[in-house]
């Protein structure tokens, strides 16, 4: 079963600065990747998702991530926050061919005005 | 997607009692997945269903817990007897087939047992 690992669950910016948010999973085969975002109150977003091609996955809203298959990582990255960033990221994997969704734990972002 | 419908978006239960979560999935899809969310941890799948099938309920608590989607109408989670440590959000995604696509989430059905 594949696992999912995100660090710094709160994670406190101030507007412009830049964002990582780092996942890591734990899978042998073929994944695919996603980055789910959950503004408060609503449903959760799909934000990019990788299933293959270019490692470097360009999403809504700026943000993108890269695939690194050597080290097991899809790490989120925004160059430059705004204060209508501030959510809940969800990192999330699944077995190609195998649409069950094994999540992170997320990462709480709060953008300072 | 607005697309996933959950109803209630937020239900409250005594101990003991029934509850009835409601997932409509968007049009087209066949295919719905239940997750469940507890306070600071992410979300867990529960189970996956396509029409009038169960296809994966490997994360569904053995007792207690039951899901379906009949031919028409929503899919239904069904928790009987509930106790407190059934509190949580359930998130119901569906998508238009399974292998290589996005799962499209609602709203979510938070429950509370008192």
């Known amino acids: 079963a594949q696992s999912v690992s995100q660090h710094n669950h709160h994670v406190i910016l101030s507007e412009a600065a830049s964002l990582e948010l780092g996942c890591n999973y734990s899978?042998?085969?073929?994944?695919?990747l996603f980055w789910y975002v959950q503004y408060p109150g609503q449903h959760l977003q799909l934000l990019l998702k990788?299933?293959?091609?270019?490692?470097l996955v360009k999403g809504i809203k700026g943000f993108e991530a890269e695939f690194i298959k050597s080290k097991f990582s899809f790490n989120l990255r925004k160059p430059s926050v705004q204060w209508s960033d501030t959510a809940e990221y969800f990192c999330?994997?699944?077995?190609?061919?195998?649409?069950?969704?094994?999540f992170g734990k997320g990462n709480q972002v709060v953008v300072i005005p | 997607n607005a697309g996933v419908m959950q109803n209630p978006r937020h239900l409250v239960r005594r101990r003991g009692q029934e509850a009835r979560l409601r997932c409509s999935p968007m049009?087209?899809?066949?295919?719905v997945y239940w997750y469940r969310q507890l306070p600071e941890e992410g979300l867990k799948f529960m189970v996956y269903?396509?029409?009038?099938?169960?296809?994966?309920e490997s994360g569904m608590p053995k007792e207690r817990f039951s899901a379906e989607f009949p031919k028409e109408g929503p899919s239904i989670l069904r928790i009987q007897q509930v106790v407190r440590g059934d509190s949580a959000a359930y998130f119901c995604?569906?998508?238009?087939?399974?292998?290589?696509?996005?799962?499209?989430f609602g709203q979510g059905t938070r429950l509370t047992v008192v």
């Open positions: 899978y042998g085969g073929t994944v695919n």
């Open positions: 999330a994997v699944n077995a190609r061919g195998n649409n069950r969704l094994a």
């Open positions: 995604a569906s998508s238009p087939a399974t292998g290589d696509t996005e799962a499209f």
């Open positions: 049009k087209g899809h066949s295919h």
């Open positions: 269903l396509q029409k009038e099938n169960i296809i994966d």
């Open positions: 990788y299933f293959s091609g270019d490692p």
